[in-house]
């Protein structure tokens, strides 16, 4: 799946992307300006993206890590060796 996919990296991306959007929202509002306002907008859209995506990700995978948990614990100890494959 790599890092680009990974559940922290779109829950960053969205909080830096939100960050970005409400830094230029006063400015966008005192300048009237058009470039400040697409940079709002954009700020916001890539924010809320990366939101869904992340939530959509999480819902995804939170069964299998349950079931996992639920069969084998919590303690890395006790989870079965992996098998390799040939």
């Not at 890092?3 to 960050?19: D, E, H, W």
């Not at 990366?50 to 890395?76: E, F, M």
Request: include cysteine.
């Amino acid at each position: 799946m790599g890092v680009k996919g990974s559940p922290k990296y779109l829950r960053i991306t969205s909080f830096v992307a939100f960050g970005i959007s409400l830094f230029e929202f006063p400015t966008a509002l005192s300048s009237n300006d058009q470039q400040s306002l697409n940079g709002f907008y954009l700020g916001g859209l890539i924010g809320i993206t990366a939101l869904c995506s992340y939530l959509h990700t999480k819902r995804q995978y939170k069964p299998i890590y349950d079931r996992w948990v639920h069969r084998h614990g919590i303690n890395p100890d006790d989870w079965p060796t992996p098998t390799k494959s040939k």
